[in-house]
Nanobody
Framework: QVQLVESGGGLVQPGGSLRLSCAAS????????MAWYRQAPGQEREFVAA???????NYAYSVKGRFTISRDTAKNTVPLEMNSLKPEDTAVYYC?????????WGQGTQVTVSS
């Protein structure tokens, strides 16, 4: 069974940067898209950013221009570069991979933006 493991979360001051990564335990066949979601306390999980197999990207309006999603095919990871972080970016961030054969989710990594 494929496992997704997120890393790179932590505590950062407003205006700071973090780089999240998502690694799969093994190669996933027929991937259609890879994405990041987040869930703040008391709120529903929301879409953050996605990248398709052809490299097309899509971002939530709240993070556009600050976050960058990419795909490292050699390392089988999905980095999320987060800049100009705001307190409202505080949440647990989840990696998601969609394929023809199923949907995969990681356990999440905590990002806290606070002074």
């Amino acid at each position: 069974q494929v496992q997704l493991v997120e890393s790179g979360g932590g505590l950062v001051q407003p205006g700071g940067s973090l780089r999240l990564s998502c690694a799969a335990s093994r190669s996933i066949a027929s991937i259609t898209s890879m994405a990041w979601y987040r869930q703040a306390p008391g709120q529903e999980r929301e879409f953050v950013a996605a990248i398709t197999v052809d490299g097309s990207t899509n971002y939530a309006y709240s993070v556009k221009g600050r976050f960058t999603i990419s795909r490292d095919t050699a390392k089988n990871t999905v980095p999320l570069e987060m800049n100009s972080l705001k307190p409202e970016d505080t949440a647990v961030y989840y990696c998601n991979v969609e394929s023809r054969f199923g949907s995969y989710w990681g356990q999440g990594t905590q990002v806290t933006v606070s002074s």
